[in-house]
């Protein structure tokens, strides 16, 4: 059972969140990487709130601080969601509710 | 005449017997213990919270005995150990528990008008709550954004009606008055808690449980779970429904062991953290739906440094949703690696309108899984498929398996009805399940049209029983039952029975632009007809192939079931109807396609 890569020293670019989360999303729905649209909602992927809450926990691991379960539905697109976490990355770590 | 071992003659022999025991933990999502309650702390804060209800709230006479007269109170929780004394608190005081959901101010839209909808069905004018939620409560009302206020009816609602509400902060240091507390004399039929089934948002049903139901669902389920005293459950189910109420909580009291308690979202954000915990308090019991599993088989990867060993476990139960052969068997097989025992999986079927549990006692084994004949099952009628199962190939069309969910409980009488003739079904034949047992609620609060048509109702051939009609479709086949799917979304063609789950694995099935899992089958009936409608989820760029992914539907559907579509919908990604935990609705489906409201592409 693996365990985080979460010893990330630097800050993850909006690029790299960006690819991770294309990753994620193609999975989910079954489709091909340059299928998926990063300014399209994350339900128009047929993302259900158990596929949501698991990528919020995924999110973590990969991030490295705590995310609120609920961060898909406020950042509800790929493009929002990188930029909201890369800007975040670089005000200090975000430290909202225990995971 | 009052009933003589409720719930809180329990809590009170525990706390006498064996007060430094410990009864609940609420673990984080690292694992870290949150809190702790031993028994008699468990009792202490218990009765404060009764004293306080008793002090607050209005207990009147009843004169007139058919009138209910216990007041309910909302319980507002997080996942939390303070949900579970507030429960006990309301049952303490003589009062009607209420568990509803956690409000989620993310989407309070969506949350808050079905908490409005219990608030005004039950009446309950308590709240009890924590102080976290009491200020974010006040602090998002303070700062709202007005317009959401005036475009939502249910949140403009409740705004009016916070101040009007008792509100009872139950983790501030209450006052140490468990001593005025009055002992409450419990009658069988006295209400314990109102549970809330999902139901449509603006007419939620209020299942009534009474304590004679609770006590006696407890002691059935005791006859197959046979835990005892050193036992341990692991559970991070919502403690609001009743498989994680009455399995998780009420069950390890009524025997007197541990129960260790986390969140569902810390489940869902790492699966593994539930095999951790299972692991760590040597966990015998656990439950979950059949999501769960499938996550699990998804999600958790084993390598040789996890050190994780299930072998503790002797029951783990599946139920509260339909149960898929192929889930369990690959759980099963998967997990064996760290010690799961198979036989320890222990399918199960129950409802809130029979408290929790009604069937579930035979343990996995190969008769387990029943491999049946296709034509006559789709006839309504059970043959068992000569073949091995293991000697078909796994897209044998001419049989299907299905998994049994146990033989009824002790002392629970089921029946097998025809759901149009209300005669019991032949012998091997399919029909609706009906149910009489003590743990029959009493039905659904302030609801009588309701509540005559599911909780009140007699064969055609008087047997001098009343019965609850569950909905569910079912047969009996060696003395256990297997479910079928459910009454209304049965499709049925020229005489013969379809289920949608098996035409939409056809329909998935059919061209690779089709997505698994988003597609509904349902029949819609005109004057002199009933037709077949499928509704498909297709890729995002398959507009072009339209008519090529519609021959196939027919084609595949054709071959595998012998029927024909009236019309197929191919519908964007996302866009099929199904609820926030992603279960299809077919109903809602079919109103869309009746009022022409689907968006094709």
Known sequence: ?99 | MPINNTIIDIIQDRAKNTPGQRAYTFITGNGAELNNLNYQQLELKSLNIATAIQQTCLFTEHQDASINHQPRILLLFPPSLDFITAFYGCLLSGAVAVPAAPLDFMRLERTLPRLMAILENSGACTILTTDKIYSEINSFFENVDKELVVKSAAINKFKISIAKFNWLITDKEMVEHSTQWQPVSIEPHDLAFLQYTSGSTSKPKGVMISHENMMHNLEVIHKVAQQNQDSCFVSWLPMYHDMGLIGSVLYPIYIGFHSVQMSAISFLKRPIRWFQAINKYKATITAAPNFAYELCINKIHIDNSSAIELNSLDLVLTGAEPIRSQVIKTFADKFSDIGLNPQAILPSYGLAESTCAVSGNIKLTTNTFKRLNKQSFEQGVIIEHNAQTNTLPQDDISSIELISSGAPLPSVELKIVNPVTLQPSPINHIGEVWLASRSIAQGYWQQPNESENTFNQTLSIDDKSVYLRTGDLGFMLDGQLFITGRLKDLIILNGLNYYPQDIEISVEQSHPEVRSGCTIAVSVDSQDHTALYIVAEVRAKAHELSDEIKEAIRRKVNVDHNISIADIFLIQPGSINKTSSGKLQRNTCKQDITCNRLKCI
């Open chain 1, 1 to 99: 059972m693996t365990q985080s890569n979460s010893n990330h020293t630097d800050n993850l670019s909006q690029q790299a969140l960006t690819t991770w989360l294309v990753t994620k999303v193609k999975t989910i729905a079954k489709i091909e990487s340059t299928e998926v649209d990063i300014n399209e909602q994350f339900i128009n992927y047929g993302l259900n709130s158990v596929d949501a809450v698991n990528l919020s926990g995924e999110l973590e691991d990969y991030v490295g601080y705590e995310i609120p379960a609920s961060i898909m539905y406020e950042f509800s697109t790929i493009n929002e969601l990188a930029q909201h976490l890369s800007a975040e990355g670089n005000s200090s770590i975000s430290t909202q509710g225990k995971i």
